[in-house]
Structure formats: structure tokens, C-alpha cells
């Protein structure tokens, strides 16, 4: 997943994420580990600098289907830094 930071400066934040799931007729579930890559401009009440780093996180996320095209999914995103 890459994702452009909107804002004052423009970012670029990406993840990869690895994940082991169990799939039925109704839906989905999946756990796995990430990974996340960051560069943004971050701006404080005098200067503005740009930030970058790597960090390693979790997530875990479901799926269900329901009759028709009607759905939900849930996501849960850790990042440990």
C-alpha cells in the first residue's frame, strides 16, 4: 500500500504487510506482520523539517459479506515506534 500524505509539505507513507488468513462463504479473517516506511514534512509552531523512519508494527483484519452488495470490514494497525 502506498499512500500520499496530504498537508502543508507533501509525504509519502508505505507498507507491506504479510498476512496469514481463514476464508468462508461469509467472509474473512487475516493477522500478519508490517512493515512501514514514512517521509513527511512535519511542521512545529517555529520550523518545519522533514521526518523519515521505518517502522515495524501488526495488523489484523476482517471481512463479511452479506446477502446483496452490502459488506463491513474492520482493520487493526500497530506500528511499535
Not at 523519515?52 to 495488523?59: D, S
Given at each position: 500500500?502506498?499512500?500520499?500524505?496530504?498537508?502543508?509539505?507533501?509525504?509519502?507513507?508505505?507498507?507491506?504487510?504479510?498476512?496469514?488468513?481463514?476464508?468462508?462463504?461469509?467472509?474473512?479473517?487475516?493477522?500478519?506482520?508490517?512493515?512501514?516506511?514514512?517521509?513527511m514534512?512535519?511542521?512545529?509552531?517555529?520550523?518545519?523539517?522533514?521526518?523519515?523512519?521505518?517502522?515495524?508494527?501488526?495488523?489484523?483484519?476482517?471481512?463479511?459479506?452479506?446477502?446483496?452488495?452490502?459488506?463491513?470490514?474492520?482493520?487493526?494497525?500497530r506500528?511499535?515506534?
Amino acid at each position: 500500500m502506498l499512500s500520499v500524505v496530504p498537508g502543508a509539505g507533501v509525504g509519502v507513507y508505505d507498507r507491506t504487510v504479510v498476512m496469514l488468513g481463514y476464508t468462508t462463504k461469509t467472509g474473512n479473517v487475516s493477522i500478519g506482520p508490517s512493515l512501514s516506511i514514512y517521509m513527511m514534512q512535519v511542521c512545529g509552531a517555529v520550523i518545519c523539517d522533514r521526518v523519515m523512519g521505518v517502522a515495524p508494527g501488526g495488523r489484523a483484519q476482517s471481512d463479511w459479506y452479506f446477502p446483496g452488495r452490502l459488506g463491513a470490514s474492520t482493520s487493526v494497525t500497530r506500528r511499535l515506534s
